[in-house]
């Protein structure tokens, strides 16, 4: 059974950093990529950067370029992790945060809490 945990959120100020971690584990076939996504309250959930494991090559959302920096790694076929650094923050970078892990399937966290306020 596949397993994605996040943690590293919580309450951070303007213009601080914040770093995010996800462990997955259980998979049967290496995962392809990771995946982080953010939900703000009252908007849609969106994709905030991923990176594609075999090669190593990320996207990120326009709102996150420069500021945010995913990376990952999947030495176990059976297990894979991804880190999100996130540095000046702001207020709109609010929301839950999810990580999900990809293989023929999507596989998600439950989420976790980033708040940017003074």
């Known amino acids: 059974q596949v397993q994605v945990v996040e943690s590293g959120g919580g309450l951070v100020q303007p213009g601080g950093s914040l770093t995010l971690s996800c462990a997955a584990s259980g998979f049967s076939v290496r995962p392809n990529a990771m995946n982080w996504y953010r939900q703000a309250p009252g908007k849609e959930r969106e994709l905030v950067a991923n990176?594609?494991?075999?090669?190593?090559?990320?996207?990120?959302?326009d709102s996150v370029k420069g500021r945010f920096t995913i990376s990952g790694d999947s030495v176990h076929t059976k297990v894979a992790t991804a880190t999100l650094q996130m540095i000046s923050l702001n207020a709109d970078d609010t929301g839950v945060y999810y990580c999900?892990?990809?293989?023929?399937?999507?596989?998600w966290g439950q989420g976790i809490q980033v708040t940017v306020s003074s």
């Open positions: 990176i594609t494991l075999k090669s190593g090559a990320t996207n990120y959302a």
């Open positions: 999900s892990a990809r293989t023929t399937n999507e596989y």
